[in-house]
């Protein structure tokens, strides 16, 4: 449990502060909760920290601050749409007050709200080093474990993309049992998703399904998802392991039935 | 003072105050246990029942998940503010006994707490809206349409809309008299 707790207020200081038993807070809604995993011994509290609030847009890219919140990005102007609908999978306003996207990227929950679409638009990140410098690395390469511990700085996105989402919960406040986005490039669809208790994924093989066979049957989606040894699935209180690979099946087809405008 | 304690200086229901808390606590444990603002209430402690909301700078937040040093310099109220110099009720409150919109009452404070930011708010919001503003509260007693009609009649009243208040019928819609204009 934190015995201290800084409250920085610039990046540099947050990075300069950051040693192997401190952790960054940003909203609070993950490392305060109750049961949260957070078993650091220094809190860096980031809230009063200058810059890392701001909705920009530039040549068809729009950049938003870690710290900006869900509510931000619900109300600002700037925000693509397909973030805003994923932004809003978190129903209680009350918590969208608190909660940010640096955060939620940072905390990498196998139900994470946003990721799923992040992922699916090849978003960006702003990393803050600790020698002063910054870099940039897509999000996947986070997702994978790369810089992980490191501070947020902004998300960069574009403006505009083809993107649909769909998120299953029993309630609306309750954890998502999947998330899954899909965006439409040039080179064809790309599905991501977060599937509860087993992560966050990149669908290669359905992409490819996709890809291959735009006139592809839902069946054989389904088939595809059932016999997939690459997707360690479980049953759990979320669901039944079969019942998890058929949600997946389904949303993916739906998903780029919506995207291709092929939807019955 | 140990890097585990700070003081706090913050106005809580219009009254200023400095509290020295440990930089764990949240602004819960903060509010009922050193200040006995027991409107407070925690529930899930995880952000999501909302029994816990409190208003900061005009917006609901839940305070079991809220520091309690982030409060610093902020303005904060609790049901306890609410009410009158002589313990009067304020019209959202009233509005929730008239309707029955109580029964443990467990998660009254909240959903007060987010009513007074809405009937506050100058804005006439369609039902979908108030449905979707009082998503971040659970009930587990009443089935929420009464506190969805009580939250409903003292918006239309802030608006001045006194007749339309009273059309609304036991599902929360307003029922009109006479055929719709359009019609």
């Known amino acids: 449990m934190a015995r201290e707790l800084i409250i920085a207020k610039t990046v540099a200081e947050a990075v300069a502060a950051k040693t192997g038993s401190a952790t960054f807070v940003a909203g609070g809604t993950e490392v305060n909760r109750l049961g949260s995993p957070n078993d650091a011994d220094v809190l860096i509290s980031l809230k009063r920290c200058s810059g890392l609030s701001d909705i920009s847009t530039d040549s068809g890219y729009v950049t938003i601050g870690s710290m900006c919140t869900f509510q931000q990005l619900v109300e600002s102007a700037e925000t693509p749409e397909y973030l805003r609908e994923a932004a809003l999978f978190m129903a209680s306003r009350t918590k969208r007050n608190m909660a940010t996207i640096g955060g939620n990227i940072a905390s990498l929950r196998s139900d994470s709200y946003l990721i799923p679409t992040l992922m699916a638009v090849g978003a960006v990140l702003e990393m803050a080093g600790k020698d002063g410098s910054s870099n940039r690395i897509g999000i996947a390469e986070y997702v994978d474990g790369n810089e992980v511990g490191s501070l947020i700085v902004s998300v960069t996105i574009p403006s505009e993309a083809k993107v649909v989402s769909k998120r299953y919960a029993n309630t609306a406040q309750s954890h998502a049992v999947l998330t899954m986005s899909a965006s439409l490039s040039e080179e064809g669809i790309w599905l991501d998703g977060a599937v509860k208790n087993v992560g966050l994924l990149h669908f290669c093989d359905l992409e490819k399904a996709f890809r291959d066979d735009p006139d592809i049957s839902e069946e054989k989606i389904i088939e595809m998802v059932r016999s997939c040894t690459g997707l360690h699935t479980a049953d759990d209180m979320f669901g039944s392991d079969e019942y998890k690979r058929y949600l997946i099946a389904v949303t993916a087809y739906d998903l780029h039935k919506r995207l291709t405008g092929k939807e019955a | ?183």
């Open chain 2, 1 to 183: 003072m140990s890097k585990q304690y700070k003081v706090v200086h913050c106005t809580i229901n219009g009254k200023e105050i400095e509290q020295v808390v440990d930089v764990r606590s949240s602004l819960a444990d903060m509010l009922r246990n050193d200040l006995r603002l027991t409107s407070v209430k925690k529930g899930c402690e995880v952000g999501e029942c909302g029994a816990c909301t409190v208003i900061i700078n005009g917006e609901g937040f839940n305070s079991c998940i809220y520091l309690a040093v982030w409060a610093e310099g902020k303005e904060i109220w609790t049901l306890e503010g609410l009410t009158g110099p002589g313990g009067e009720l304020s019209d959202i409150q009233q509005a929730f006994i008239d309707e029955g919109a109580i029964q443990c009452g467990f998660c009254s404070p909240g959903f007060i707490l987010t009513s007074w930011e809405i009937v506050n708010a100058g804005v006439e919001y369609t039902d979908d809206q108030l449905r979707k503003l009082l998503s971040g509260h659970l009930c587990r007693c009443t089935g929420y349409e009464n506190i969805f009609r009580a939250v409903k009649k003292t918006m239309l009243r802030h608006l001045g809309k006194f007749e339309e208040a009273e059309l609304v019928d036991s599902q929360g819609i307003t029922e009109y008299p006479e055929p719709m204009p359009f019609k």
